[in-house]
């Protein structure tokens, strides 16, 4: 099994549209540090310009921790196509070469391939987040350095001390992680009813804007199907940064506001995945292969 992860991890690493999803994260992470580093005072005197006549910020404001949650928002919506291009073209792409029946002619079982072949894409999908993270965290913080942090929400402020940040982030990335290996999960499954990569790639995307767009319309016939949908629950990293205040309105340093929203978030996005791979091995099972 294990030889078989490797086998198919380095398969993936060997094609050239791999390397796309790392070029197109370095360079929007860059062109985004350069414009904020440049212009970063107009965004924040945009950002402040309803509250800078009722409250004094002070501090470094535009640092290194903001800036990576502002890239967050950005990115993390696009990461999904970029995670599809591998996972949805794990099976398909195979049959469209013509070596799926060659695989299976290895003394492997079909569910010990298909696991494979899911873990091996769930490997791209966490290294490419680590990446992502090395650049908008670790090399913001080098660029703009490190301060408290000044969120604005929907109704209100949040301010996080500096010592109370860096943990929230690793809560975040590995929130994230969870959310994109579901995406990998949907392709995966969807790759296994074609035998080229263009559907189920084009399937994957669909299904997330679809799903995206019933969960943040506010009409109250679709409120009862939000819960259910993987997509309600994608943003849910955003709630590492939102923290408890006591009575008297004073914030509770290393508190998260709604903790059992994430947990909940979480177990949701987990029973995704099961039912997703567990989805794409029964069917694969099934399956004549005749590529």
């Known amino acids: ?126 290294l490419l987040l680590i990446w992502l993270a090395f650049l908008a965290l670790f090399v913001s913080m080098w660029i703009f350095g490190t301060d408290d942090m000044f969120l604005m929400k929907s109704s209100y402020v949040v301010l996080l001390k500096e010592n109370d940040v860096f943990w929230r982030y690793i809560g975040a990335f590995v929130f994230a992680a969870l959310a994109m290996t579901t995406v990998a999960a949907l392709g995966f499954l969807l790759s296994v009813f074609a035998e080229n990569s263009i559907g189920p790639i084009v399937a994957t995307m669909s299904v997330i804007i679809f799903f995206t767009i019933l969960s943040t319309l506010n009409i109250p016939i679709f409120n009862t199907v939000k819960p259910y949908l993987f997509t309600t629950h994608m943003i849910s990293w955003k709630e590492f940064f939102d923290i408890q205040v006591n009575d008297a309105n004073e914030a509770i340093n290393g508190s998260i506001q709604n903790l059992p929203k994430i947990l909940q978030s979480a177990a949701i996005l987990l029973i995704h995945i099961v039912v997703f791979v567990w989805a794409a091995i029964w069917v694969f099972r099934k399956k004549d292969i005749l590529s």
């Open 1 to 126: 099994m294990f030889s078989l992860i490797q086998i198919e991890t380095y398969k993936i690493f060997r094609r050239p549209r791999t390397y796309i999803a790392f070029a197109a994260i370095t360079s929007l992470i860059v062109l985004i540090q350069f414009g904020l580093k440049v212009d970063g005072k107009s965004y924040l005197d945009f950002m402040l310009n309803d509250l800078s006549t009722t409250l004094q910020i002070e501090g470094n404001i535009m640092n290194g921790y903001l800036v990576c949650y502002v890239m967050l928002q950005l990115l993390l919506v696009h990461v999904p196509l970029l995670i599809a291009l591998i996972a949805a073209d794990m099976i398909s792409g195979e049959a469209n070469m013509g070596t799926l029946r060659l695989l299976l002619t290895k003394p492997f079982s079909r569910t010990q391939l298909m696991l494979s072949k899911f873990i091996a894409s769930t490997i791209y999908t966490l």
